[in-house]
């Protein structure tokens, strides 16, 4: 018998944002990279998602609020990861990718989630779009119906690359890196979600991420993109 409660995977959420919420993620990385086209950092299509015969279909949630605050300093990251110590780009995206898609409602409550996510963020406000990561999370309805059947989720990370117009954009004008130290990074894996009664189902994943890696500084997660770019 099929789970009456929806499965529900953290990255799917932001896929719906409008074109002016677009905009302003485009308008960040060019910004940062000055070599970069917006239709070519962020605009391209996400590919087909690969979902077990098993899996119920995805809720649908209405999207938390841009102006939505910051978690307080008070609440601890319950099941989510600290930030690795990372200063290469692809790794530290694998390792948040891995973040992304694991979660565990049963010891972890939204408010929790949202703190261990924010730390992963780099401290420069002026290349933190910590809606586009707050935006991952499901709304707190969502996520009480998601805890009343203790859904978690693990991840497996495959492989992570340097998309080919941010490789591009270095090769034409590799001073361009060096005014903010954002990377693009786009990572694919798998991501395996349960809940009660043996219920659960798996899906491929893929995501983009701008990833800020000073030299001599750990790596730090500037932002993510709502789709993917190959």
Wanted: aromatic share 8%; with cysteine.
């Amino acid at each position: 018998m099929r789970n009456r409660f929806p499965t529900l995977s953290l990255s799917s959420y932001g896929v719906g944002w409008s074109a002016n919420r677009r905009i302003v993620i485009v308008a960040l990385v060019v910004t940062v990279l000055l070599a970069i086209a917006a239709a070519v950092a962020w605009l391209s299509g996400s590919g087909n998602a690969h979902r077990d015969p098993t899996a119920a279909r995805p809720a649908t949630a209405h999207r938390p609020s841009s102006a939505e605050p910051a978690p307080t300093a008070e609440a601890s990251p319950g099941s989510v990861p600290e930030p690795p110590q990372i200063a290469e780009p692809v790794a530290y995206a694998k390792a948040a990718a891995q973040m992304l898609w694991s979660y565990d409602t049963r010891d972890t409550s939204r408010d929790q989630q949202l703190a261990g996510m924010r730390a992963w963020m780099t401290k420069e406000p002026k290349y933190a779009d910590w809606a586009s990561v707050s935006g991952q999370v499901p709304d707190p309805l969502l996520w009480s119906r998601m805890a009343d059947q203790d859904q978690h989720a693990t991840a497996r990370v495959t492989e992570g690359h340097y998309p080919g117009a941010f490789k591009q954009a270095l090769a034409e004008d590799p001073s361009a890196i060096t005014e903010a130290y954002i990377y693009v990074v786009t990572v694919n894996g798998k991501q395996q979600i349960a809940w009660k009664k043996g219920g659960g189902g798996a899906e491929e994943r893929a995501v983009t991420f701008a990833v800020q890696c000073r030299p001599g500084h750990d790596c730090a997660l500037a932002a993510i993109a709502p789709s993917v770019t190959q």
